[in-house]
């Protein structure tokens, strides 16, 4: 069984840090893209940063670009999004997800709730 389990989520003050955690299971996203993407209560699902399996290419949007910093680490199966300076807009639950494709990504984690307090 494929999974992506998220971790590192919590209660977190504006302008500290936080460190979000993706392990894969079950196969190998080792060449594969992955990606984050979040979901703030009533509003629907976005983007946040991606990354290519190499580790070598990372897209963030615009909303995080320069606080947020995505890395991997394909021999532990793993993805993380470092997120600097959180602000309360941050706030949402984070999901990793992997294997990008022409009708969405294909894996998804079940996510981990972010939030941030002024």
């Known amino acids: 069984q494929v999974q992506l389990v998220e971790s590192g989520g919590g209660l977190v003050q504006a302008g500290d840090s936080l460190r979000l955690s993706c392990t894969a299971s079950?196969?190998?996203?080792?060449?594969?893209?992955m990606g984050w993407f979040r979901q703030a209560p009533g509003k629907g699902r976005e983007f946040v940063a991606s990354?290519?399996?190499?580790?070598?290419?990372?897209t963030y949007a615009a909303s995080v670009k320069g606080r947020f910093a995505l890395s991997r680490d394909n021999a532990k199966k793993t993805v993380a999004l470092q997120m600097s300076s959180p602000k309360p807009e941050d706030t949402a639950v984070y999901f990793c997800a992997a294997v990008p494709g022409e009708s969405g990504w294909d894996y998804w984690g079940q996510g981990t709730q972010v939030i941030v307090h002024s």
């Open positions: 079950g196969r190998t996203f080792s060449g594969d893209a």
């Open positions: 990354i290519n399996w190499t580790g070598s290419r990372t």
